[in-house]
T-cell receptor, first 114, second 114 residues
Framework: GAGVSQSPSNKVTEKGKDVELRCDPI?????LYWYRQSLGQGLEFLIY????????KSGLPSDRFSAERTGGSVSTLTIQRTQQEDSAVYLC????????????FGQGTRLTVV | KQEVTQIPAALSVPEGENLVLNCSFT??????LQWFRQDPGKGLTSLLL???SQREQTSGRLNASLDKSSGRSTLYIAASQPGDSATYLC?????????????WGAGTKLIIKP
């Protein structure tokens, strides 16, 4: 597509429920990143994909968080048993990868856990 | 551990004024520094990217400078307009191979009053 697309744009869920956040990167971009932005905080790196593999999952805050990418394209970030501290904006970005530094960001998913 | 700080956290100025946003980082061993703009409900838009070997970059009314040795960057906005109102984020990248390792400041929320 023309840009990075994320869905849903807003999600309100009850504590303890599972949620899935979707990212559709720019066509042809091999690198895909997930970040989390909590209120008043900087962006926090979660996970990075190169193709379908995730060389670095060190940013995932707990084992309730997981992500996958299929076909070198769409990625899904899953949060199980959501907690109130999971409330944040989840941003996805993609880039051509390699040494090309510029990443293009989606509009984010605002997750609110009540 | 690299830390990025942006001061001030918020800034409100009348339309037409020139202004400077500040970004400081604790580890001068960076690969590049990037300034982004974030509008409410939207993703991040890359404004300027400065490689570690560069001193400044310009795009239209925006000028970003980098003083790597002192760990500082500034974003200068000339003749500010209400449309410049947004949150401005700076991020540094510490290694050419770590395309995902953007370390972020918390941002400066800028309001330009008509």
């Amino acid at each position: 597509g023309a840009g990075v697309s994320q869905s849903p744009s807003n999600k309100v869920t009850e504590k303890g429920k599972d949620v899935e956040l979707r990212c559709d990167p720019i066509s042809g971009h091999t690198a895909l990143y997930w970040y989390r932005q909590s209120l008043g905080q900087g962006l926090e790196f979660l996970i990075y994909f190169q193709g379908n593999s995730a060389p670095d999952k060190s940013g995932l805050p707990s084992d309730r968080f997981s992500a996958e990418r299929t076909g070198g394209s769409v990625s899904t970030l899953t949060i199980q048993r959501t907690q109130q501290e999971d409330s944040a904006v989840y941003l996805c970005a993609s880039s051509l990868g390699g040494s090309v530094p510029e990443a293009f960001f989606g509009q984010g998913t605002r997750l609110t856990v009540v | 551990k690299q830390e990025v700080t942006q001061i001030p956290a918020a800034l409100s100025v009348p339309e037409g004024e020139n202004l400077v946003l500040n970004c400081s980082f604790t580890d001068s061993a960076i690969y590049n520094l990037q300034w982004f703009r974030q509008d409410p409900g939207k993703g991040l838009t890359s404004l300027l990217l400065i490689q570690s070997s560069q001193r400044e970059q310009t795009s239209g009314r925006l000028n970003a400078s980098l003083d790597k040795s002192s760990g500082r960057s500034t974003l200068y906005i000339a003749a500010s307009q209400p449309g410049d109102s947004a949150t401005y984020l700076c991020a540094v990248r510490g290694s050419m191979d770590s395309n995902y390792q953007l370390i972020w400041g918390a941002g400066t929320k800028l309001i330009i009053k008509p």
